[in-house]
C-alpha cells in the first residue's frame, strides 16, 4: 500500500480508502461482514475510512464504529453531512442549526469523541458559506473534528468557499470528495485544476464507475451487479448512453487484456496516477470483492496504457453527463434561469 498527504494537512492516508456505503440495508451487509471488511481492510494498509450520515440512514456509521472499536487511533476517519435525516425540513443541509445536532449524532453512532475528516456532502444553495464555514470553525475547535472538506461541489462553488474562508478569517475545506472514473472524467476540465490551485486532498468515489469498470460488464453477459438493481436505469442498454458506456467497456478490457491487468486494477491505477488525487474510495460489498480491489494498490499505469485510455474517453469528457452530481441547479430546474 502507497501512502500520500492528504492536501497540506500533513495526515498520511493509503491511496486506497474504504467507504462504507454498502454497510447495512444498502449493501444488505450484516455487522460481522462489516468488520471482516475492515479487519480486512486495515491488515491490507487501508488506513482511511468514509462514511456518511446518510448510508442506511445512520447503521453504516453504527457497523463503522463497532468494526473499529479499540483501534480508533489508528484509522483516519471521515463522515458526512446535510443529506436529509428524515422528513422533517431542519434535517439536513448545512446551516449551524443541523450541522451541531448531526455531528453529534455521528459521533453518538460511531462511537467516537471526534471525526478526523467531516465533509459536507452536497452544496447546499439555501445556506451562505459563511454560515457553514463559521459553524465547522467553531466545531472544530470545540474538538469534535480535526479537519473539514466538501464533496462533490461544483468547482466554482469550491472557489467561493475558500474565498468566504479567507475573508471571514474562518477555517476552509481542505478536501474535496468528486466522483472520478474512466468513464466520468468531467472533473479534470473544472474541478481538479481547483483542487490542485488551493491544495486541497482529493478523495474520488465512484471509480469502478459503479460497477460498470468491475470486469463483471461485458458484452453479451447479462448485467447483475448490485448498482443495477438498485438503478437499473443505468444499465438499460436501450439507451444511448449506456451503449456508449459498454462499447468503451469493451474498447478498455482489451487495453486492460494487453497490459496483463483487471479491469479492476486498469480503474483503479487510472484514478490514483492524476496528480490531484489523494485517494480512491473502494466501496466492497463483500471480501471477495475487497480482494479484487485491493490487488490494485500498488498498480502504477504506464505512459501507453494511459494514452490508450485516452483514445477512449478523452480527457475532461462525461460519458453520461446527466449523472454528474455536482450540475449547478440552474441547469436542472428551468425556473432558475428565466426572469419572472
Known sequence: MQYRTLGRTGVKVSTLALGAMNFGRIGNTTQDEATALVDAALEAGIN????????????????????????????????????????????????????????????????????????????????SDEETLSALTDLQRAGKIRYFGSSTFPAHRIVQAQWAAREHRLSRYVTEQPGYSVLQRGIEAHVLPVTEEYGLGVLVWSPLASGWLSGAVRAGRDITTSRSRMLPERFDLSRPVNRARLDAVERLAAIADQAGLTMIQLALGF???????????????TLDHLHAQLAAADTVLPSDVLDAIDTVVAPGTDLAPDERHDTPPSLLDPTLRRRH
Open 48 to 127: 482511511l475510512v468514509d462514511t456518511a450520515d446518510w448510508y442506511s440512514s445512520g447503521q453504516s456509521e453504527e457497523m463503522v464504529g463497532k468494526a473499529i472499536a479499540g483501534r480508533r487511533d489508528d484509522i483516519v476517519l471521515a463522515t458526512k453531512a446535510t443529506m436529509p435525516m428524515s422528513d422533517e425540513p431542519n434535517h439536513q443541509g448545512s446551516s449551524r442549526r443541523w450541522l451541531t445536532t448531526a455531528l453529534d449524532d455521528s459521533l453518538r453512532r460511531l462511537g467516537v469523541d471526534h471525526v478526523d475528516l467531516y465533509q459536507i456532502h452536497r452544496w447546499d444553495p439555501s445556506t
Open 271 to 285: 484514478v490514483t496516477a492524476h496528480p490531484a488525487v489523494t485517494t480512491a474510495l473502494i466501496g466492497p460489498r
